[in-house]
C-alpha cells in the first residue's frame, strides 16, 4: 500500500486517543457551558491539559514532545474539539504561534522560545489578521522599522486568538511594503514589553471561552535578534508554511464538533418518542444520521491525508490542506445544524449540547482563511497542476 494510504492509527496514536477522551470527559465536559456561558478563559482546564502532558503530543520529540507528527496534533485536536471547540482553540493557539519559529526559525531560536511551550510552562498566539487585511495578508499595515539593533514595530493585528492570555506573538510586519508579500517579515514579540497593548475582549457568536482580542503596537522596540530566521522579508513564506500545517488540525477541530453534534443526536433519536415510537425509527430522521456519518467519516480521511502530506510539504499538500478545512469546516456546519434540527425545540435550547456545537462551527468557516478563500486556493492549485502537465506532454 502507498504510505499516503496508510488509514490506521498507530499504537501510539490510540494510546493518545484514548487519554484525551478520558482528560476531556472529565475536565472539559461538565465544565464547557459555565466557561461559554461566562465567557472565561478555560485556564483550570489548560492547567490540567499540562499536567497530563498534552501540550507535548503537540510537538516533536527534538524539542522534548512525543514526536507524533500531524497525525498527533490531528487526533489532539478532534477529541478536545468533541467536547469544546472553544477549549481546543484556546489550547492549540500555541502551536499556531509556535509553527513559524518552527518553520522559519534559527536553531538557536527554535531551542530558546519552543521548550518552555513544550510543557505548556508558557503559551503562545499568532499575529496575521489586521482589521483591514483580513485574507488580503499582503494588504497589511502593520510595520517593523530597523533602527539599529532593533525594530521599532507600528499597527495593530485583528481577531487574534488567546490576546492577552499568551506570553509571547509571533507577529507578521512589512519591512519593506514596496515588495508586497516579499516585503513582510515576522517577529517574536513578549507581553509586557512596552508601548504592546491589548484590545477590548471581543463578545462572540461561539468559541467563548477563547478570548480573542487585538494586539496593538505602538513604537514597540524588538530586538534584532526576535526577527524570525534572522533574514528579513521571510514570513510571508513562513505565513505559507504555518497555514499548511496549521489548516488540517483545524480540520481536525471540525470534524470533532460533527463527531460531539452527530453522537448527541443519535442518543436523543434513540431515546426521543413520538407517534408512539422513538424518532430513530423514522426514515427522515435515519436519512439525516447517515448524511451527518457520511459527512464526518469523508471529512475525517480527507484531514488525515491532508495531514501526512502537510507534513512532508508534499508538492499537493498546500491544496489538500485547503481542502480538508474547506470541506470539513462546511460540513461540520451543516452537521450541528441537523443536529438541531433533529432535537427539534429541544435543540433551540441550552439544556442540551447541540446548540453550543452549531454556534462553535460557524468559526470553522471564517478563521485561518475563510471556505471561499480555501477555494481560491484550491482552483489555483488545480490550475498549476494542469498547466504542468500540459508543459509535460
Known amino acids: 500500500m502507498h504510505k499516503y494510504l496508510q488509514f490506521d492509527l498507530t499504537d501510539e496514536l490510540l494510546q493518545l486517543r484514548d487519554l484525551v477522551r478520558e482528560v476531556v470527559r472529565k475536565e472539559v465536559v461538565p465544565n464547557r457551558m459555565y466557561y461559554d456561558e461566562k465567557s472565561e478563559y478555560p ?13 507535548q ?7 522534548g514532545g512525543l514526536g507524533l507528527g500531524m497525525l498527533g496534533g490531528i487526533v489532539l485536536a478532534e477529541e478536545v474539539s468533541w467536547g469544546c471547540l472553544g477549549v481546543n482553540t484556546a489550547f492549540t493557539s500555541t502551536k499556531l504561534g509556535a509553527l513559524p519559529i518552527e518553520v522559519g526559525g534559527t536553531k538557536e531560536q527554535i531551542e530558546k522560545w519552543i521548550p518552555p511551550l513544550v510543557t505548556g510552562e508558557k503559551t503562545a498566539a499568532f499575529g496575521l489578521s489586521e ?11 502593520t510595520t517593523a522599522l530597523k533602527k539599529g539593533d532593533r525594530y521599532i ?45 491589548f484590545g477590548k ?13 487585538q494586539l496593538i503596537f505602538e ?33 481536525a477541530g471540525a470534524v470533532g464538533v460533527m463527531q460531539g ?68 469546516a462546511d460540513s461540520s456546519v451543516q452537521v450541528a445544524s441537523d443536529a438541531v434540527q433533529i432535537f427539534g425545540g429541544y435543540g433551540y435550547t441550552k439544556e442540551y ?8 462551527a460557524k468559526i470553522l468557516q471564517i478563521y485561518e482563511g475563510t471556505s471561499q478563500i480555501q477555494r481560491n486556493e484550491i482552483a489555483a492549485g488545480l490550475i498549476r497542476e494542469a498547466a504542468s502537465k500540459t508543459k509535460k506532454s
Open 153 to 197: 514595530i507600528n499597527g495593530t493585528k485583528q481577531w487574534i486568538s488567546s490576546a492577552k492570555q499568551a506570553d509571547f506573538y509571533t507577529v507578521f510586519a512589512m519591512t519593506e511594503k514596496e515588495r508586497g508579500p516579499r516585503g513582510i517579515s515576522c517577529f517574536v514579540i513578549e507581553k509586557g514589553v512596552k508601548g504592546f497593548s
Open 131 to 141: 482589521p483591514n487585511a483580513g485574507s488580503d495578508v499582503p494588504g497589511m499595515s
Open 261 to 328: 453534534a452527530f453522537d448527541a443526536a443519535v442518543d436523543y433519536a434513540r431515546e426521543r418518542e413520538q407517534f408512539g415510537t422513538t424518532i430513530a425509527s423514522f426514515q427522515a430522521i435515519q436519512h439525516m444520521l447517515a448524511d451527518m456519518a457520511i459527512k464526518i467519516e469523508a471529512s475525517r480521511l480527507l484531514t488525515y491525508k491532508a495531514g501526512v502530506y502537510a507534513e512532508s510539504m508534499n508538492k499537493e499538500a498546500a491544496k489538500l490542506s485547503a481542502m480538508a478545512k474547506c470541506f470539513a
Open 353 to 360: 449540547p447541540v446548540e453550543k456545537y452549531y454556534r462553535d
Open 43 to 55: 485556564k483550570p482546564i489548560l492547567d490540567k491539559f499540562r499536567e497530563a502532558g498534552l501540550y
Open 57 to 63: 503530543a503537540l510537538f516533536s520529540e527534538e524539542q
Open 201 to 213: 475582549k471581543e463578545d462572540k457568536l461561539g468559541i467563548r471561552c477563547s478570548e480573542t482580542r
Open 219 to 251: 513604537d514597540v522596540e524588538v530586538p534584532a535578534e526576535n526577527l524570525v530566521g534572522l533574514r528579513e522579508n521571510q514570513g510571508f513564506l513562513h505565513a505559507f508554511k504555518t497555514l499548511i500545517l496549521s489548516r488540517p488540525a483545524v480540520a
